[in-house]
Antibody, heavy 118, light 106 residues
Framework: EVQLQQSGAELGKPGTSVKLSCKVS????????MHWVNQRPGKGLEWIGR????????LYAEKFKSKATLTADTSSNTAYMQLSQLKSDDTAIYFC???????????WGQGTLVTVSS | DIQMTQSPSFLSASVGDRVTINCKAS??????LDWYQQKLGEAPKLLIC???SLHTGIPSRFSGSGSDTDFTLAISSLQPEDVATYFC????????FGGGTKLELK
């Protein structure tokens, strides 16, 4: 069964960076896109971007182009997202998501809470 | 970028009611529209992909319809376990979520 296991909650100070991970079991991430989505407290879902782990090609939503950096390590079957220059507005739950076919999000990680506070 | 306008934002209905939720795209997205259900404290769950294809294990009371710019998620007979927030997602050009519809029991 395909599973996405995300790293634990992060507490970051304003102006610093955090790096989140998403380890995939039972599916080779070379064969799919890995996506990242956020959800601010009490708000809706926002698509951040996706990476093609086979070649490192990335696509970002416009508002996240200078905020998020997506990478992937195919040897460990893990996707990463680094969030830089943290602000209080970055406080949110961050999900990774993927599909085994098509472009929808059939599988989701459990989410990582990032709290930005001094 | 494609914008997705979802309505209503909030919906209150009784068990057994037929419920519909709408998403409107700012431009033609063909059939590339999915629906997700998110219960409190959980990750979203895929219900329907490509407008009307029911995902594995999803009850048949859920259905999707529409094309081009206008899409609808229907629940034929609302059950207590359907209380959740529902989101649409377009993947015709990049990916964009709708704003969500919070569904509660009357």
């Amino acid at each position: 069964e395909v599973q996405l296991q995300q790293s634990g909650a992060e507490l970051g100070k304003p102006g610093t960076s955090v790096k989140l991970s998403c380890k995939v079991s039972d599916y080779n991430i070379r064969n799919t896109y890995m996506h990242w989505v956020n959800q601010r407290p009490g708000k809706g879902l926002e698509w951040i971007g996706r990476i093609d782990p086979a070649n490192g090609n990335t696509l970002y939503a416009e508002k996240f182009k200078s905020k998020a950096t997506l990478t992937a390590d195919t040897s460990s079957n893990t996707a990463y997202m680094q969030l830089s220059q943290l602000k209080s507005d970055d406080t949110a739950i961050y999900f990774c998501a993927m599909a085994t076919y098509g472009y929808w999000f059939a599988y989701w990680g459990q989410g990582t809470l990032v709290t930005v506070s001094s | 970028d494609i914008q997705m306008t979802q309505s209503p934002s909030f919906l209150s209905a009784s068990v057994g009611d037929r419920v519909t939720i709408n998403c409107k795209a700012s431009q033609n997205i063909n059939k590339y529209l999915d629906w997700y259900q998110q219960k409190l404290g959980e990750a979203p769950k895929l219900l329907i992909c490509n407008t009307n294809s029911l995902h594995t294990g999803i009850p048949s009371r859920f259905s999707g319809s529409g094309s081009d710019t206008d899409f609808t998620l229907a629940i034929s007979s609302l059950q207590p376990e359907d209380v959740a927030t529902y989101f649409c997602l377009q993947h015709n050009s990049g990916w964009t979520f709708g704003g969500g519809t919070k569904l509660e029991l009357k």
